[in-house]
C-alpha cells in the first residue's frame, strides 16, 4: 500500500459507498474507486453515481444478480492479472454486509484485501433529521438492530429485550414490518408517546421522513407507502428535535463551568 492508500496490482479493496448520495462517499473511498481497474458494486442498493469517480476503462459489475462464487471469481481472475480491484457495499461494510465470507476465500487464495469504512444510513438518517442519537441523563447507548427474517436473529438479541433498555435503536431491514417493529418496542415497555422516526433512502435525492410515535407511527409509514430502504430511530433522545421538548440535560462538554484539558471552566 502507498502512503496515500491507493489500491495495489492484485487487492481488493472493500469500501463503504455510504448511504445514497456520492458525495458521502469518503475521501479514501472516491480515491480508491478513481484508481481501480475493476470495479464490483451491489447495483440494487450502491446508487450508481458513485461510479462516476471510476476511470475511463475501469472494467464495472454490477453483482445485483450475482452470487458468491461469481462475485469471487471475477476478484479472483483481477487479482491474479495483476488488477486492482474495488467491491462497493452500501453503507458502511461492518454493518450487515456480509464481507467476511467474501474476505475469507480470496485471503485463502492469497489474495491481498483491505476494508474501508463508510457512512451508515443510520447516520445519515440522523443528519437528515437534525437530531443526535445519544442525549445526557436519557440515553448513552446505540443498538443497531433488525428484525428476524430469512436471516435468524437470536433470541438474547430480540428487539422487545433491546427496547427494554433506554438505548437508541436505529432498526434496520425492517421498515416492511413496521407494525412488528412497534408491537416489540411496547412489548419491551416503550411508552406510546416514545418518538420514533422513520427515514426512507436517506440522503438520496428522493429522501423522505416520517416522525412520529409508537401511538401512530406504523399507520404514517402505511400511509406513506414506504415498504423498503428505510432506516427506523426509535428512542427519548429524539424528543427535543421531534418533539420540541426542552427539558433535557445539556452536554457538560460546553457547559461554561466546566473544565477539561483544553479550557478551564469558569466560576
Same mark, same amino acid.
Not at 445526557?136 to 447507548?141: G, R, W
Not at 409509514?221 to 423498503?228: K, Q
Given at each position: 500500500m502507498t502512503d496515500k492508500?491507493?489500491?495495489?496490482?492484485?487487492?481488493?479493496?472493500?469500501?463503504?459507498?455510504g448511504p445514497g448520495d456520492p458525495r458521502l462517499l469518503t475521501v479514501a473511498g472516491r480515491d480508491t474507486v478513481a484508481a481501480a481497474d475493476v470495479v464490483l458494486y451491489a447495483g440494487s442498493l450502491v446508487n450508481p453515481a458513485v461510479l462516476d469517480w471510476a476511470r475511463p476503462g475501469a472494467e464495472i459489475h454490477d453483482t445485483a444478480g450475482m452470487n458468491l462464487d461469481q462475485t469471487t471469481a471475477v476478484c479472483l481472475e483481477a487479482a491474479r492479472a495483476g488488477r486492482s480491484v474495488v467491491r462497493l457495499h452500501t453503507g458502511d461494510p461492518s454493518l450487515y454486509g456480509a464481507i467476511q465470507e467474501q474476505l475469507v476465500p480470496l485471503?485463502?487464495?492469497g489474495v491481498p484485501c483491505r476494508v474501508i469504512p463508510g457512512v451508515s444510513s443510520a447516520f445519515a438518517a440522523a443528519a437528515a433529521l437534525g437530531t443526535q442519537l445519544t #442525549?445526557? &441523563?436519557?440515553?448513552? @447507548?446505540?443498538?443497531?438492530?433488525?428484525l428476524a427474517g430469512r436471516t435468524p436473529?437470536?433470541?438474547?438479541?430480540?428487539?422487545?429485550?433491546?427496547?427494554?433498555?433506554?438505548?437508541?435503536l436505529c432498526v434496520f431491514l425492517s421498515v416492511d414490518r413496521i407494525g412488528e417493529v412497534v408491537a416489540a418496542c411496547r412489548a419491551g415497555g416503550r411508552g406510546d408517546d416514545t418518538p420514533v422516526a422513520v427515514v426512507s433512502r436517506a440522503s438520496w435525492s428522493?429522501?423522505?421522513e416520517v416522525c412520529g410515535t409508537l401511538a401512530d407511527i406504523a399507520g404514517k409509514?402505511?400511509?406513506?407507502?414506504?415498504?423498503?430502504q428505510a432506516m427506523i430511530l426509535v428512542g427519548d433522545a429524539l424528543r427535543p428535535r421531534l418533539q420540541g421538548w426542552d427539558a433535557f440535560q445539556r452536554s457538560? #462538554?460546553? &457547559?461554561?463551568?466546566? @473544565?477539561?484539558?483544553?479550557?478551564?471552566?469558569?466560576?
Open positions: 492508500g491507493l489500491p495495489q496490482p492484485g487487492e481488493v479493496v472493500f469500501v463503504g459507498a485471503e485463502q487464495a #442525549l445526557p &441523563d436519557v440515553s448513552q @447507548s446505540v443498538v443497531f438492530t433488525r436473529v437470536p433470541e438474547t438479541e430480540s428487539l422487545e429485550r433491546f427496547a427494554a433498555t433506554s438505548a437508541t428522493d429522501q423522505r409509514v402505511c400511509d406513506a407507502g414506504i415498504r423498503r457538560k #462538554l460546553y &457547559d461554561a463551568g466546566f @473544565s477539561h484539558g483544553y479550557r478551564q471552566g469558569e466560576d
